[in-house]
């Protein structure tokens, strides 16, 4: 697998798993594989994500970026790390949680929204900044790009099959994707893990 960034930057497509029951994670994942997703985030306030983590890093180790998202603290960073994540993915700034992240070599994705925490961000060391809520629009990642256009952003929280290419022709470079792609409200059936895949090959093409 390539470095962790790289791999990000490459693949585009951030699963973001929250509230999923553990034991059907690993399905979860092998169907986002299958559909060629390759990143999945799993966020803290899930039942049980540290032991996922750690049971997801071993078993997709060398097929999928296992990381870890909602990490407010760099105690919790810590560990995330500890359990494999390759990545820690905020919803706000905090200089101590990206040095933590840094620290263990992990990819440092914090949370912002206006042009000057972006740039907070981006100068405390974050790789990659996610830009959240985007259901501001495309629109506002266009008029980021004039004042900012060497950060790279990744919208969040209103990315769809509808308007994912848009937030691309904006600039962004890679997509966090939650309910849109999987919905864990759903019972995890063998139907629902055949629409899982199939969605995320539609993602996939919407941003080859």
């Known amino acids: 697998m390539t470095m962790p960034l790289s791999h990000i930057l490459e693949h585009k497509l951030v699963a973001i798993i929250r509230g999923a029951n553990p034991p059907d994670l690993l399905k979860i994942a092998e169907a986002l594989h ?49 359990a494999g994540a390759r990545f820690i993915i905020s919803p706000t700034l905090s200089k101590k949680t990206i040095r933590m992240t840094k620290r263990y070599g992990a990819v440092s994705i914090p949370g912002a929204f206006t042009t000057t925490e972006i740039l907070k961000a981006y100068e405390h060391g974050g790789d990659i900044i996610k830009v959240f809520p985007a ?74």
């Open 135 to 208: 259901s501001v629009g495309a629109k506002y990642f266009k008029d980021l790009a004039g004042p900012v256009p060497f950060i790279p952003l990744m919208p969040t929280g209103g990315v769809s099959l509808d308007n994912i290419k848009d937030f691309q022709d904006a600039g962004a470079v890679a997509f966090g994707l939650g309910s849109s792609l999987v919905d864990t409200s759903q019972p995890v059936s063998a139907k629902y893990l055949q629409q899982l895949t199939a969605k995320a090959r539609r993602f996939v093409q919407a941003v080859a």
């Open 34 to 82: 299958e559909g060629g997703v390759r990143t999945m985030e799993i966020t803290l306030n899930s039942p049980g994500a540290l032991a996922s983590i750690e049971e997801l890093a071993e078993a997709m180790d060398g097929r999928m970026l296992i990381g870890a998202g909602t990490v407010l603290d760099p105690e919790t960073a810590r560990g995330a790390l500890l």
